[in-house]
């Protein structure tokens, strides 16, 4: 448990297996999203999940390789996404902790070692985004949000990162919230819109990348589609 932690009886890989176990305890899959049970969350591992932030943010990044580091940045966020979630509990959407429905990201939460205070917005824009030149850095940072990519139910590790990354990728692109085509027009998640520039930098690259995606009946609509008609994203949190 935390306690044990910060007596120093718990290693950092002990911590990882902790969070692994949280995910997986509390990550249920419906209809191909991953719903978080946050009213079941007990308090004793809410403090086993603090002290796996705290045990990351001591630990920061240096001398890890660049898919360690990457797999660092994902983890982190995810927890300290569920963390503020449960701080904050019961609540609709993630969007509702800021004033003016602008949510809790860019809020310095976070205190890394090499690094200092960071927000959400520092890790996955200031960090990710800034340090990797990878459009699927999106599926695997969790907004806690129903329209969000699923958030996985076991921790991000740098031996299966590029699986995990393009197994992540599919399971979006291929959910109706991420594309669907309905008489032929193409709906697609705001996300692709939001950060068009990494993917691709218009509509046309948007396209492009779902296609390395697609499947079945999907693969068949976006092959000649060249314009998508919307953009839509779902705010309510992703609880189940």
């Known amino acids: 448990n935390a306690l044990a932690f910060q007596r120093g009886d718990i290693s950092f890989q002990g ?12 990550i249920t899959e419906t209809d191909g999203i991953n719903f978080v049970a946050y009213g079941d969350v007990t308090e004793e591992d809410h403090q086993a999940l603090k002290a796996y932030i705290a045990a990351l943010e001591s630990q920061g990044v240096e001398g890890l390789s660049e898919d360690e580091a990457m797999a660092f940045w994902f983890n982190l966020y995810n927890a300290a996404t569920i963390d503020v979630i449960l701080d904050n509990y019961p609540l609709e959407s993630i969007r509702s902790l800021g004033a003016l429905n602008r ?5 310095k939460i976070l205190n890394v070692t090499g690094v200092g205070e960071m927000s959400l917005n520092d890790v996955e824009h ?3 985004r800034a340090t990797w030149n990878e459009p699927r850095i999106h599926y695997a940072v969790n907004c ?3 329209g969000c990519p ?7 590790e740098a031996e299966t990162l590029e699986a995990d990354l393009a197994a992540a990728a599919s399971a979006y692109v291929n959910h109706p919230r991420g594309f669907r085509v309905e008489d032929g027009k193409v709906t ?5 819109n939001w950060y068009k520039e990494d993917f691709g930098g218009d509509q046309s690259g948007i396209l492009e990348h779902a296609r390395q995606y697609a499947e079945g009946d999907l ?4 092959a000649n589609a060249t314009k998508i008609n ?3 994203y779902n705010w309510n949190l992703n609880e189940g």
């Open 15 to 26: 911590l990882m297996v902790l969070f692994g176990d949280f995910l997986n305890d509390y």
């Open 103 to 107: 949510g809790p990201w860019d809020r």
């Open 126 to 128: 200031g960090t990710l």
């Open 144 to 146: 806690a949000s129903f």
């Open 150 to 156: 699923n958030l996985m139910d076991r921790p991000w």
């Open 188 to 192: 697609a998640s705001k996300i692709y």
């Open 219 to 222: 693969a068949d609509d976006l």
């Open 230 to 232: 919307s953009f839509e």
